[in-house]
Every structure is written in structure tokens, then in C-alpha cells.
């Protein structure tokens, strides 16, 4: 029966979170009928999830910790706006057991497990304790109480290396390195716990063997107040960098039937450990043999579209149900696998510079229609501002198919049809391991995107004539527009003649290559463009999504443009292509940084520095890491030399460009 205050019907909901997650769940919430309030920092007063909510609370400064992760202050905000209930969403306070307690003190539903499950199984630690009285089959590994370095070192030699350095209190991958050899485990520890303490307020770690080409395994499980308990079958998630999930997939390809059915009861075991409420998922590691639990997260996950594409069930409205009191509308017999369902995160993150994020405004943001099985969660738009403050994801491209083949077929036409402009995005990346032969045939490991790092970030794509002839007729297309202040071709007749011109020369350079030149000749038919002494004639035909149809020698193909100044993005049938349009008057030198100039390459945290002022580098040798997005980033010398100044200490707060340290390089 559910107990008075923790679970009862209400009809307003404060989404205690931001981004993509907060506008997921303000559409189920709607569609139930129920109003919502948004919580807002100062970066993102002009945010989608504030403008679909029916209203929004200012928290505070742009810092998570002043803002999102402010508990007294969310409280508060429910209080403002007669808020009854809260959904934590992912990630900042979901998981936190202060957070859902302050909720009922306060008379507000909490849209997730109690405090106490929360604390049972949220802790990695406390959580393998439950899993051993369970039987549910663990890791070896260490998760005790004791944190000091001389425990934690004799333990890592007892499990053998290489281990595996996990935050006791915290997940997607942050506080978590692998040690390879007992030299190594100091430094490892104190990264750790750094991170840790800053993303979760909490810098205990434990120690787990470290599983070898291991695959990960998660089941998704919802219980509700009346003792019912359902698992919705299990995802894959293998494909991971830096222990975080790139993309994921559902159901396991790996797993058989009898496999799925072992580890889904497995999982419903785990949950029952602490009679469960709410939706949570059980998270294993496989070796290729065995299963092992690791953690459970106390909370919706990223990745949960792809389950409720297999299942039908909208998890969202599942953890509202559950919420207001009411039993699971399903039972687990009556629970049906259907398809295979896939998932990409698209975050703002620049693969070919070591994945650093990307934070500017989305000056252009096309994505394709949500039929024929794709689904997209986005939580920008074009205009949107994204800031170094917080996680860089901006939306998760899903695609559903009976198989999974086409399933990847189908989620790599929709990555290659949406366009993201204005930062760096990781779609390009995306598809590339989605093409990947080993991904297609499902041999993989969490290692898998680490191995084969270089061949993904690649740009092996070179401008070829069809780029070289939507170059020239983007531009053309773009002055037109600009002349005229209406969309539309420059050749809706007999021909388009600017200023009387006859002849037109174009040069463009990619990636850093030499320029090639295009000459345009105009007549009073149909246009010609030479390129290397080879002509082709070519027309244009606009189309509704702001691209155009490029007609050469009588073969159509569609293309996307931006032009920004002499920037130029296209997409064509050959791929994504940045080219720059070069300036025939001259001007286009642009000033280099000294090399020998550290500087942040976005705003962030300096949390430690690694070497002291004359100290001689070798090339590649880290002098100081930075905090950025939530993530630490590590700076390094870019040749051998001495380190002849840093100029900040550990905790300032620096903005993008700011020099942080000087390398004199050896004679």
C-alpha cells in the first residue's frame, strides 16, 4: 500500500534539472495533463526546457553549485510556483538522497526511490554489500570505508592490476581511471578523487579488477509502491570513451535469449534487495563468459529511449504513474520485445583535438523529421548559447528498425542529415563509427573507440568538383539573397548577369590544403564552370530546407549550405566539407598564437598544476589541468623545453585565451 507523502496524485511538476532531459520530460508530463515549472540558471534564461514549461524559476548564477545542484533554493522554487512534485531528471541531484529527503520534509512528491533506496544502492560501495547477500555475482574488488593511501594501494596489490578506480558516489565515467601498475595508483587515486569531490560533493572511491576487453551490460527495471517489480529487458552500452557512453543499443546483440533472461532476473533480484520504487537500472560487466554487477543507478538513464522504442512504454509517464501511487500498467509477462532500437549522443566536442568541448552559439541547428522509426531529443535550437558550465550533450539521435542492421542504417542517415553549425559537434564522429565493419558485426569492447581513435577522427574526405561546384553556387546563391532580401534562384529564366560580368574566378581552400581555383562562365543559357580545364554546366534548385539541388551535366544532388563570410559548410552526397572561400583581394593571413603559449582553450577551473616554474619537459609532459564542462582536461607542453612561467595557481577561474603558462623551447 503506498505510504501517505511519499506517492499521491498532483498536478503540478517542478523538473528539478535542465537541457535535453528537462524538455523529455515537460512533453510526457503534458501529455498527462499536468502543468510544469522549469528551473533555470543565468546561462540558460533563454533555454528551450524554459520556454516549453508553463513557467520558470530563476535559481541563480551560472556555477551548478549555486544553481542546479542548490537544494534549498530548488525547495523554494516549488514552493514560488505551488509546485507538488519533483523530477530530478539525470545526472546533478537525481541521485541524491539529501535532495529527495529535503523533498518530503518539504511536502513535495520526489519522483524516484526514497532516500533510504537511494543510499542503499546509489552508493557503489554500500551497494555491493546488498549484492552479496543477494547472490548476485559481483567484481572482485574493494569497497570499503577505509580511503587511505597505504588501504587502497595494499588492496589494488591484493585484486592484481590492472584495476579499475571508480567514485563511490557517482557515475558517467567521471572519477573513474584505470591503473595499470602500482606506480601509477597514486596519481590515479588524487585525479579521482578530484573529479569526485566535484561532481559529487563525495571523493570516496573503490577498487574493482579491472575486466579485460569487457562489454557493459545494463538491465532497466521500474517497481512501484505495491510490491511489483518489472524488468524491461537490457541494453548494450559497450561503445564507450573515457568510461562514458557514446552510443547504446537495445536489446544486447550479444546476449541469447537464455543469456537475457539470466541477467534480467539477476536484475530484478538486485532491485528487490531494497524493494525498489521507481525507475533505476542495473548496470553488469560481461568478460565474455560470466556477468557481473557493478552498480545500479538510482535514476532514469541517458540511454532509456532505445528501451522505450522495444517496449512500447513511455518510462517517463511509468515514473509518474508510480509517482501519484498507482500499480505498474503492465506485468512482467505482459511485457513484449519488439525491433532493435539504437542511440547517438550528439554533444558539443571537437574529435579531432582530443574531444575538447566546444561551447559558442548554435548559429545553425537542422534536424530531420522524427518518422520512419528515428526519434530525436534534443534540448537546443538554433540561437541557443552552449556554455562551459555544464555536461556538453545536446540532443541523442534514436533510430528504431525490426533489425538491427537497419536500425544503424537508419540512425546514420539521420545523424547525416542533421546539421549543427556554430560550434564543433561530434556528429562526423558518429557516423564513422556507426560504419564502422567491426561495429556493424558487433565485435567490439569498451576499448574499441580508444583502439581505433585515429581512424575515427580522421577527416579522410577530400573537396572533389561536386564540393568545388556547391561552393560556388552557395555563394551565389547567398548573394542573391542578400541583393534581393527573398529566398530563391539566381536562375529562375534565362540567366542571372551581376553587374554585366561574363566571367567570375573562385579559389578555395580545405582543409589547410592548397587553393583551387573554379572559374564561373556566364551566358545566356545555361552556366559553365571550369575547374582544372575540365567544364561542366550546372543549375541550381531551391528546396524547402534551406539547401538546394545541384544539377551538373544532368545528375542531380542535393545539397546543405551555410556560408558565414568567407567560411563555407557543405554537405553533400560525399559527406560534411568546411571550406574556406579565399579572399581575391588579399587579407586572408591569420595571426598564429606563439606556440610556446599555454592557454585555455575554453573557460574553466584550474585544479591542479603538475609542474613548477624551471622545470625541464619533454614533449607531451602535462604542467596543469583545467576542469572544463565537467571534465578534466590536461595541458601539455608542445615541444621539449623548460617551463618558464605559470601564470595562474590552482582555483582561478580563467576564460578562454587566457595564457596560463610559457615553455621556452630547448636550444
Known amino acids: 500500500m503506498a505510504r501517505p507523502g511519499l506517492y499521491r496524485r498532483f498536478r503540478k511538476l517542478l523538473i528539478a534539472n535542465r537541457g535535453e532531459i528537462a524538455v523529455r520530460v515537460i512533453r510526457s508530463a503534458r501529455a498527462m495533463g499536468l502543468k ?93 554489500f546488498l549484492m552479496e547477500q543477494a547472490g548476485v555475482p559481483l567484481v572482485p574488488g574493494y569497497h570499503g570505508e577505509a580511503q587511505d593511501e597505504a588501504t587502497l594501494a595494499n588492496e589494488a596489490a591484493r585484486i592484481g592490476y590492472p584495476v579499475l578506480i571508480k567514485a563511490s558516489a557517482g557515475g558517467g565515467g567521471r572519477g573513474m581511471r584505470v591503473v595499470r601498475a602500482a606506480g601509477d595508483l597514486t596519481d590515479a587515486v588524487t585525479s579521482a578523487k578530484r573529479e569526485a569531490k566535484a561532481a559529487f560533493s563525495d571523493d570516496r572511491v573503490l577498487i574493482e579488477k579491472y575486466v579485460q576487453n569487457p562489454r557493459h551490460i545494463e538491465v532497466q527495471i521500474v517497481g512501484d509502491s505495491h510490491g511489483n517489480l518489472v524488468s524491461l529487458f537490457e541494453r548494450e552500452c559497450t561503445l564507450q570513451r573515457r568510461h562514458q557512453k557514446v552510443i547504446e543499443e537495445a536489446p544486447s546483440p550479444t546476449l541469447s535469449p537464455e543469456q537475457r533472461e539470466t541477467v534480467c532476473a539477476a536484475a530484478r533480484r538486485a532491485a528487490g534487495a531494497v524493494n525498489y520504487v521507481g525507475a533505476g537500472t542495473i548496470e553488469f560487466v560481461s568478460d565474455g563468459r560470466d556477468v557481473f554487477f557493478i552498480e545500479m543507478n538510482t535514476r532514469l538513464q541517458v540511454e532509456h529511449p532505445v528501451t522505450e522504442l522495444i517496449t512500447g512504454v513511455d518510462l517517463v509517464e511509468w515514473q509518474l504513474r508510480v509517482a501519484f501511487g498507482e500499480a505498474l500498467p503492465l506485468a512482467q509477462d505482459q511485457i513484449r520485445l519488439n525491433g532493435h532500437a539504437i542511440e547517438a549522443r550528439v554533444y558539443a ?20 523529421a522524427e518518422a520512419g522509426g528515428l526519434r530525436i531529443d534534443a534540448g537546443y535550437r538554433e540561437g541557443d548559447a552552449v556554455s562551459p558550465y555544464y555536461d556538453a550533450m545536446l540532443a541523442k539521435v534514436i533510430a528504431w528498425a525490426p533489425t538491427r542492421e537497419v536500425a544503424i542504417e537508419r540512425l546514420n542517415r539521420g545523424l547525416e542529415d542533421t546539421d549543427v553549425r556554430g560550434i564543433v559537434s561530434n556528429i562526423p564522429f558518429l557516423s564513422a563509427l556507426l560504419t564502422h565493419p567491426d561495429v556493424q558485426a558487433n565485435a567490439i569492447d569498451t576499448g574499441f573507440i580508444e583502439r581505433h581513435l585515429t581512424q575515427l577522427t580522421q577527416d579522410g574526405s577530400a573537396a572533389g568538383d561536386v564540393e568545388l561546384c556547391a561552393a560556388v553556387a552557395a555563394i551565389l546563391v547567398d548573394e542573391q539573397k542578400s541583393a534581393s532580401g527573398e529566398r530563391g534562384s539566381p536562375w529562375r529564366s534565362s540567366g542571372w548577369m551581376p553587374g554585366g560580368l561574363r566571367q567570375r574566378v573562385f579559389s578555395f581552400r580545405h582543409a589547410g590544403g592548397d587553393p583551387r581555383t573554379v572559374t564561373l562562365a556566364y551566358g545566356p543559357g545555361a552556366q559553365t564552370l571550369s575547374i582544372d580545364g575540365r567544364q561542366t554546366s550546372f543549375s541550381i534548385i531551391p528546396t524547402d530546407d534551406g539547401g538546394f539541388d545541384l544539377v551538373r551535366d544532368g545528375v542531380k544532388s542535393h545539397v546543405v549550405a551555410v556560408v558565414e563570410g568567407h567560411e563555407l559548410y557543405l ?77 595562474c595557481k590552482v582555483g582561478d577561474i580563467v576564460q578562454e585565451g587566457v595564457e596560463l603558462a610559457e615553455v621556452e623551447p630547448s636550444a
Not at 87 to 110: I, K, R, T, W
Not at 624 to 647: H, S, W
Open 571 to 647: 554537405r553533400t552526397r560525399n559527406g560534411r566539407f568546411d571550406l574556406h572561400w579565399v579572399d581575391p583581394f588579399g587579407g586572408d593571413d591569420e595571426e598564429q598564437d606563439g606556440e610556446d603559449k599555454i592557454v585555455a582553450p575554453l573557460p574553466g577551473t584550474v585544479v591542479a598544476l603538475l609542474a613548477q616554474e624551471g622545470a625541464v619537459l619533454e614533449k607531451g609532459a602535462a604542467i596543469l589541468t583545467l576542469e572544463v564542462m565537467k571534465m578534466e582536461q590536461t595541458l601539455r607542453a608542445p615541444f621539449a623545453g623548460v617551463l618558464k612561467t605559470i601564470k
Open 349 to 368: 566536442e571537437n574529435p579531432a583535438k582530443n574531444f575538447m568541448p566546444s561551447v559558442g552559439t548554435i548559429r545553425t541547428w537542422r534536424t530531420p
Open 36 to 128: 510544469t515549472v522549469a528551473v533555470y540558471s543565468e546561462a540558460d534564461r533563454n533555454a528551450l526546457h524554459v520556454a516549453l514549461a508553463d513557467e520558470a524559476v530563476l535559481l541563480g548564477p551560472a556555477r551548478a553549485r549555486d544553481s542546479y545542484l542548490n537544494i534549498e533554493r530548488l525547495i523554494e522554487a516549488a514552493r514560488q510556483t505551488g509546485a507538488e512534485a519533483v523530477h530530478p531528471g539525470y545526472g546533478f541531484l537525481s541521485e541524491s538522497a539529501e535532495f529527495a529527503q529535503a523533498c518530503l520534509d518539504a511536502g513535495l512528491v520526489f519522483v524516484g526511490p526514497t532516500a533510504a533506496m537511494i543510499t542503499a544502492m546509489g552508493s557503489k560501495s554500500g551497494s555491493k
